[in-house]
Structure formats: structure tokens, C-alpha cells
């Protein structure tokens, strides 16, 4: 038998109230494309935020659009999707 320690509190944001995740998501994108030499406009980036839907858009859905939108070589959509769960909490800030 193992034993288990009880969760004493959960804690959900849905809606960008304690944190601004996204802008979190944004600055990771930024960070993303700058990094890999990737050229993009504003129209890129307000396409990719509409593309996310705020996270609502499946994460590995989101991936693969993203890889094969701007076809970088060194990521698959499922290392692209593994590097922005290692990477996005280096961008959230709480939300103002």
C-alpha cells in the first residue's frame, strides 16, 4: 500500500487574472522566432495569437500548424510543443 500526501489547495486561472499568460505565450513565440532567425511582421505574430485562441487551441494542434507554417528544420511539432512547455514559465509575470 503507498501512501499519499492529501492536496490541501488547487488553484485554476482561466482568464489571465493572476497570471498574464498571454503575454507569456507571446513574449515565448517572440523569443522562439527571434532565436531560430526566423523572419517575421506584426501580421505574423497577431496570426499566431489569433491561432492560439488565448491556449484554448489544442497545444500539439497549435504545434503543428506553427512548424509547418514557418518550417523551421530543427523541430518537429512534438519538440516544438515539448520546448514550450519547458520554456514558458520563463515568461510569465503576474497579471497587472
Same mark, same amino acid.
Given at each position: 500500500?503507498?501512501?499519499? +500526501? ?7 486561472? /482561466?482568464?489571465?487574472? =493572476? ?5 507569456? $505565450? ?6 522562439? /522566432? /527571434?532565436?531560430? *532567425?526566423?523572419?517575421? !511582421?506584426? @501580421?505574423? #505574430?497577431? *496570426?499566431? =495569437? @489569433?491561432?492560439? *485562441?488565448?491556449? %484554448?487551441?489544442?497545444?500539439?494542434? $497549435? ?8 518550417? +523551421?528544420?530543427? %523541430?518537429?511539432?512534438? +519538440?516544438?510543443? @515539448?520546448?514550450? #512547455?519547458?520554456? #514558458?514559465?520563463?515568461? #510569465? !509575470?503576474?497579471?497587472?
Amino acid at each position: 500500500m503507498s501512501s499519499t +500526501t492529501p492536496i490541501k489547495n488547487l488553484l485554476f486561472d /482561466l482568464d489571465n487574472t =493572476l497570471i498574464d499568460r498571454d503575454l507569456a $505565450f507571446k513574449k515565448l513565440i517572440l523569443y522562439f /522566432l /527571434l532565436l531560430h *532567425n526566423i523572419p517575421f !511582421s506584426k @501580421e505574423d #505574430i497577431r *496570426n499566431i =495569437l @489569433e491561432k492560439d *485562441n488565448h491556449g %484554448f487551441t489544442k497545444r500539439r494542434d $497549435f504545434a503543428h500548424w506553427f512548424i509547418q507554417k514557418y518550417q +523551421t528544420t530543427n %523541430f518537429s511539432p512534438e +519538440t516544438f510543443y @515539448e520546448w514550450q #512547455i519547458a520554456k #514558458i514559465a520563463k515568461f #510569465i !509575470s503576474p497579471a497587472n
